[in-house]
């Protein structure tokens, strides 16, 4: 292969250099040679108005067996018209039409791609082209998949080709610039000195003027930004993983987020161009709300976007969340199989506003308030009124050894019942107990738990209170890290949880 990278036309460079740095090196314009089998290339230039637009630089452009690099075949000039028109005899396979103007400062671009012929078929003499042109349009190319360790990437056609930066590659995304409007069919990757040449999955992508378009390897996708929502690890559960010298990152973080308003789109991607699982919750009053799992969240903040891409890709949210309600009436049960796990991993939430003394004070009869409970009378946990601080809550756990004995010892008190909004969170993860009030942990120990401890949990009950933003939902084995000699990623997880939803309130 030749040395690529002296061959590459990078990103930023103008238009007449991208000729000199691509073409073969031979001057064609002009050229007429008589043969039957050439063509007339024809057509109109405009704006994206519609105005004609003379002096425009049209190109007849073929791409390099060996290079895959775009060259010049012939060109020509419009007239005061926008009109053009050339001779060619060409390269007998598929061609592209360029076109270049310039209105002042700024450069126009757009082409039209593949015009599915051979030059000695049936086809007219005479090809005809109508092409818009308008600003370049900018490609942003996530890094991964398929195209993490890529050296360079050129569009078919377009005389646009790019090489990621050093820390473009640390970034995970590469931009590609002065992208011509058109229908974009092909793309050479470089990769390790083979070139690897694929058209799109689906049929060519549509570039529009000044467009700012997403490609993801990973799910091929191609679309633009309707509006872009900034993600990174809240304040307070960073100062968790760095007090204990952990790693920034939390994984499959669920994240209450708000869709644009008014505004069609069919995809949610993360800073790593990854489809963002996406839940509605029952009940909701909201219809932009959405709980959203996120793979991977760190300090850095990353720019997630909600797309309007060219295709349509339905949500195929994973199963992590299996109970979602905005609000749940006291009295609900569940009887869910699907619950039943191998090894009980999960955790329950809810925010709850409840002033237990004037509950106590209005009925006369000092009943005890149940909050919410799993499981049976014997193996699982139920969340209550203390029995003797009615502002309180207490978490007991059912955990007979065995399916006759029952351990009821109160793994959690905290106040919750005082009239105020609190968030309350338990986690059972790997035979390990996280309970969070507002986000803070005030239990985190391991349990002995029975074998059979996971299998009656599908026995769920809300007890004796609504409760808003109800969620039941699996954690998996990324929530804790290899090498973490603790839970703490567990309790920054819990209170980015928290701090998650209560930015919303």
């Given at each position: 292969m030749k040395n690529l990278k002296t061959f590459l036309c990078l990103a930023g460079t103008a238009m007449l250099s991208f000729m000199a740095a691509c073409s073969n090196g031979t001057d064609t314009a002009g050229v007429i040679t008589e043969t039957e089998s050439g063509k007339t290339i024809a057509g109109l230039i405009t704006d994206t108005e519609?105005?004609?637009?003379?002096?425009?630089?049209?190109?007849?452009?073929?791409?390099?067996?060996v290079t895959y690099h775009t060259y010049v075949m012939d060109s020509a000039e419009t007239a005061d018209d926008g009109t053009f028109s050339m001779y060619s005899e060409g390269d007998r396979h598929h061609f592209r039409?360029?076109?270049?103007?310039?209105?002042?400062?700024?450069?126009?671009?757009?082409?039209e791609d593949y015009y599915n012929s051979t030059w000695d078929t049936g086809w007219p003499d005479t090809v005809h082209f109508e092409?818009?042109?308008?600003?370049?349009?900018?490609?942003?190319?996530?890094?991964?998949?398929?195209?993490g360790d890529i050296d360079s990437v050129c569009f078919h056609g377009t005389f646009v080709c790019a090489a990621p930066s050093k820390e473009?590659?640390?970034?995970?995304?590469?931009?590609?610039?002065?992208?011509?409007?058109?229908?974009?069919?092909?793309y050479t990757v470089w990769r390790n000195d083979t070139a690897h040449t694929s058209p799109f999955v689906d049929d060519p992508k549509s570039v529009r003027p000044g467009d700012t378009l997403y490609w993801s390897g990973i799910v091929a996708l191609w679309g633009s930004s309707v509006e872009t929502l900034n993600?990174?690890?809240?304040?307070?559960?960073?100062?968790?993983?760095?007090?204990?010298?952990?790693?920034p990152t939390l994984n499959n973080l669920i994240v209450p987020v708000f869709a644009p308003k008014d505004k069609e789109f069919n995809m949610f991607i993360d800073g790593w161009g990854s489809n963002v699982d996406l839940f509605t919750a029952e009940k909701d009053k909201s219809t932009e709300k959405y709980w959203a799992t996120f793979d991977t969240v760190n300090a850095k903040e990353q720019e997630a976007h909600w797309l309007m891409t060219q295709y349509e890709y339905p949500h195929k949210p994973y199963n992590n969340i299996r109970l979602l309600y905005s609000e749940i009436e006291a009295g609900t049960t569940f009887f869910d199989t699907n619950f039943v796990l191998q090894t009980p991993s999960f955790a329950v939430s809810f925010w709850i506003e409840k002033d237990g003394e004037a509950a106590d004070s209005s009925d006369g009869a000092n009943s005890r308030i149940e909050i919410f409970s799993a499981g049976t009378d014997t193996l699982g946990f139920e969340i209550a009124q203390c029995e003797k601080d009615a502002q309180f809550i207490c978490t007991t756990i059912r955990n007979g050894i065995d399916s006759a004995a029952t351990d009821s010892t109160i793994y959690g008190k905290a106040k919750v019942l005082d009239g105020n909004r609190h968030h309350v969170s338990l986690a059972i993860h790997e035979k390990h107990l996280a309970i969070a009030i507002d986000g803070i942990?005030?239990?985190?120990?391991?349990?002995?738990?029975a074998e059979n401890f996971a299998r009656d949990l599908r026995h769920i009950q809300v007890g004796d209170e609504r409760l808003e933003d109800f969620i039941v939902y699996h954690f998996d084995k990324s929530i804790r890290k290899e090498g973490d000699k603790d839970w703490d990623r567990l309790k920054a997880w819990l209170m980015a949880f928290y701090e998650m939803q209560n930015l919303l309130y």
């Open positions: 519609g105005k004609a637009l003379a002096r425009a630089r049209v190109y007849l452009t073929g791409v390099d067996t039409v360029l076109a270049k103007a310039a209105q002042k400062s700024d450069t126009l671009l757009g082409f092409i818009e042109v308008g600003a370049p349009a900018v490609v942003q190319l996530y890094l991964q998949g398929g195209f473009e590659l640390e970034d995970g995304r590469m931009t590609i610039r002065n992208m011509p409007a058109g229908q974009l069919g092909k993600i990174t690890i809240p304040e307070k559960a960073k100062a968790i993983l760095d007090s204990a010298g952990l790693e942990t005030i239990r985190d120990t391991d349990l002995k738990l």
